[in-house]
């Protein structure tokens, strides 16, 4: 079966930094994917990780331990754009993406 | 590149009629399709991968008589939601994978269909 856990909401404060963690059991594993996703539109693509270490890019960096089952986000400088709803989703067999719940992200002034 | 678009964006029907949701990949070829449905505070749930030119593949839970899916194209998917009642209320997501791509999947904007 696929289990993939991530926090339900979490909240920060504009310039902070935050990181969003996820944890899966899953059965196989390609790589871990981050989406952002605003309410009423579709996903769109953070960063993708197939081996274990941090992969940075801008604000936003992504890291995966495949041992631990383990991955987190990390965002920096947060914005109020920034406030959405936050998929974690692994890429197993053929094509197949498993996603989170989602972690609601709030961001404050 | 890789845009994906779907129509329409939202649609409202009476229960018991047919909608169709439209897929398309537009500046690449997708040979093959996801179709997801996301409920409110709900993660994406799969609910059928298609093929181009073979049957779509559905999920556990997913009624293949009831939500109708054909890759007719390298290009275009559609789904038919049939006798739609309240409960199928929800926001679809179609995703399409470049032929050329071994992992990425771009995602259309949505469609949100409420049945009344």
């Known amino acids: 079966g696929q289990n993939i856990d991530q926090p339900t909401e979490m909240t920060a404060t504009e310039g902070a930094i935050v990181q969003i963690n996820c944890t899966y059991q899953?059965?196989?594993?390609?790589?871990l994917f981050w989406y952002q996703q605003h309410a009423g539109e579709a996903p769109t693509f953070l960063s993708y990780n197939v081996l274990d270490g941090l992969e940075e890019k801008g604000r936003f960096s992504s890291f995966l331990s495949r041992s631990k089952g383990y991955s987190y986000l990390l965002l920096k400088e947060l914005q109020m754009k920034d406030s959405a709803s936050y998929l974690c989703?692994?890429?197993?067999?053929?094509?197949?993406?498993?996603f989170g719940k989602g972690t609601m992200l709030l961001v404050s002034p | 590149g890789a845009v994906v678009s779907q129509h329409p964006s939202w649609v409202i029907c009476k229960s018991g009629t047919s909608v169709k949701i439209e897929c398309r990949s537009l500046?690449?070829?997708?040979?093959?399709m996801f179709w997801y449905r996301q409920f409110p505070k709900q993660s994406l749930m799969l609910m059928a991968t298609?093929?181009?030119?073979?049957?779509?593949?559905?999920e556990q839970g997913v009624e293949k008589d009831k939500f109708l899916i054909n890759h007719a194209s390298l290009t275009l998917s559609t789904l038919t939601v049939t006798s739609a009642h309240p409960e199928d209320s929800s926001f679809y997501i179609c995703s399409a994978r470049d032929r050329g791509d071994s992992y990425e999947q771009y995602f259309g904007p949505g469609t949100r269909l409420t049945v009344t």
């Open positions: 500046d690449f070829q997708a040979t093959t």
């Open positions: 899953t059965s196989g594993f390609n790589g």
């Open positions: 298609s093929n181009e030119g073979s049957k779509a593949t559905y």
């Open positions: 989703a692994v890429y197993s067999g053929y094509s197949t993406l498993t």
